[in-house]
């Protein structure tokens, strides 16, 4: 059986009265936190496992997640056939993190260097590929385009980007990443 619910609300009711061995956890919710849903879930319902779905995989959800007891943890830009096999493998009670996920949770753990080079190393990775995409003049489009992501993943990027570098708008983030060279070609640096 599948059953669905939209809401951090709805969540636990829908859970409680399912007992589904599987809950696929977004980590933003419209009215609450992923992250505390699956602390609560696994609270009162010790057999359900979950997997998150998120377009978030910086170093801080991923870890906030696995802490609450999340058994996955795969970012919403994976292939069908690999969100179906997560499923599959966290039923089973093992674990399964896609590949940036694996990155978060070393660099979180100390056995890896920093989130992404260079002078925002509060990134993660993909968070710095868009931020010099943006810098580079690039629309939301072209970046969805550009990673094979949904419109509303690249603004989900955009907006973390925005609230970790502590600007209030896409164009400070712009200003930002080029006065560090993001963004700006060899020949306009000179």
């Known amino acids: ?106 660099r979180r753990l100390g056995a890896a260097g920093p989130a992404s080079p260079g002078p925002f190393r509060q990134l993660s990775r993909r968070e710095h590929e868009i931020l010099a995409l943006l810098a580079a003049g690039h629309s939301n489009a072209y970046i969805a385009d550009h990673f094979v992501l949904s419109l509303k993943t690249v603004r989900n990027y955009v907006s973390s980007i925005l609230t970790k570098l502590g600007v209030g708008s896409r164009a400070e983030a712009v200003v930002t990443a080029r006065r560090v060279g993001l963004g700006v070609a060899a020949d306009e640096r000179g």
Request: aromatic residues 2%; proline residues 3%.
């Open 1 to 106: 059986m599948v059953a669905t619910a939209g809401t951090a609300g709805t969540v636990l009711a829908v859970a409680e009265r399912h007992h589904p061995d599987v809950v696929i956890m977004d980590i933003q919710l419209p009215d609450g936190s992923g992250v505390a849903l699956t602390r609560t879930l696994r609270e009162k319902l010790p057999g359900c496992k979950v997997l998150v779905l998120s377009s978030y995989d910086d170093d801080d959800t991923v870890a906030s997640a696995v802490q609450a007891g999340a058994l996955g943890f795969v970012t919403k830009d994976a292939a069908g056939d690999t969100i179906a096999d997560a499923v599959r493998t966290v039923a089973r009670q093992d674990g399964v993190f896609t590949g940036t996920v694996v990155g978060s949770l070393a």
